[in-house]
C-alpha cells in the first residue's frame, strides 16, 4: 500500500522568503501526486496535482511542485511567501488503487 | 453549485453514547470519502464509496464505526459507544471519480467531535 512521508510536521519562514515543503512516497510503477492546503479555519482545498508529463507542476497561488521518481519525491515551493500562506499544507498520493493517502501535514508559519 | 456540506458543524456527546454524522456531497459526484483529523495529525482514510461498488473499508478503526450511503447521495458516518480517543475533526471528500483517481476531491467543512 502507498504511503505518505512529510518530513517537517512545522516549517517557520521569513515573509517573502523562500519555502520548500517536503513530501516523500513509497515506490511504484505508477503515482498520482497531489498538494492540498488547509487555510486556517477552512475545508482543504486542492493547490496542484501531477498525473502524468512535465515533472514540474505549477498550482495556484504562485506554488509548484516538482516530481522526482528516482527519489521518490513531490516537493512543493515557492519562491517568496506572503502572510496569506500561513496553513497547512498536506501532500497525497494515489495509485491504479481507488484511495488517496494523505501525509501527516505540515504547517507553514509566516514571519514578519 | 453547492459544495460539500457536513452537519452538524460540532458535537458534544458523552462517552458511551452512539453518535451520526452526515455528508451531502456535492450533486452528480459518485465518489465519497470520509476521513478522520485528529488534534495535531494528518487526515486518516477511514472509508470510500464509489457508485453501486462495495465500499472500501479498510480504514475504519473499529467494528464501532460504521457508514453508510444511499445510492450517490448522502452518507452517514456512525460510531457506537464513543470513546474520547475519537474526539476529532470528521471530514468528508466528494469527487467525480470519472478519470479514476486523479479527480479533485472537494471536502466539507468538517464536524468536530468532541466525547468528555
Known amino acids: 500500500a502507498q504511503s505518505v512521508t512529510q518530513l517537517d510536521s512545522q516549517v517557520p519562514v521569513f515573509e517573502e522568503a523562500p519555502v520548500e515543503l517536503r513530501c516523500n512516497y513509497s515506490?511504484?510503477?505508477?503515482?498520482?501526486l497531489f498538494w492540498y492546503v488547509q487555510y486556517p479555519n477552512q475545508g482543504l482545498q486542492l493547490l496542484l496535482k501531477?498525473?502524468?508529463?512535465?515533472?514540474l507542476v505549477k498550482g495556484i497561488n504562485g506554488f509548484e511542485a516538482e516530481f522526482n521518481k528516482s527519489q521518490t519525491s513531490f516537493h512543493l515551493r515557492k519562491p517568496s511567501v506572503h502572510i496569506s500562506d500561513t496553513a497547512e499544507y498536506f501532500c497525497?498520493?494515489?495509485?491504479?488503487?481507488?484511495?488517496?493517502?494523505f501525509g501527516k501535514g505540515t504547517r507553514l508559519h509566516i514571519l514578519p | 453549485g453547492a459544495g460539500v456540506s457536513q452537519s452538524p458543524s460540532n458535537k458534544v456527546t458523552e462517552k458511551g453514547k452512539d453518535v451520526e454524522l452526515r455528508c451531502d456531497p456535492i450533486?452528480?459526484?459518485?465518489?465519497l470519502y470520509w476521513y478522520r483529523q485528529r488534534l495535531g495529525q494528518g487526515l486518516e482514510f477511514l472509508i470510500y464509496?464509489?457508485?453501486?461498488?462495495?465500499?472500501?473499508k479498510s480504514g475504519l478503526p473499529s467494528d464501532r464505526f460504521s457508514a453508510e450511503r444511499t445510492g450517490e447521495s448522502v452518507s452517514t458516518l456512525t460510531i457506537q459507544r464513543t470513546q474520547q480517543e475519537d474526539s476529532a475533526v470528521y471530514l468528508c471528500?466528494?469527487?467525480?471519480?470519472?478519470?479514476?483517481?486523479?479527480?479533485?476531491?472537494?471536502f466539507g467543512p468538517g464536524t468536530r467531535l468532541t466525547v468528555l
Open positions: 471528500a466528494s469527487s467525480l471519480r470519472l478519470a479514476g483517481p486523479t479527480d479533485t476531491q472537494y
Open positions: 515506490s511504484s510503477v505508477s503515482v498520482y
Open positions: 501531477y498525473l502524468s508529463g512535465s515533472t
Open positions: 497525497a498520493v494515489s495509485d491504479r488503487d481507488d484511495k488517496i493517502i
Open positions: 450533486s452528480g459526484h459518485t465518489a
Open positions: 464509496f464509489q457508485g453501486n461498488s462495495a465500499p472500501d
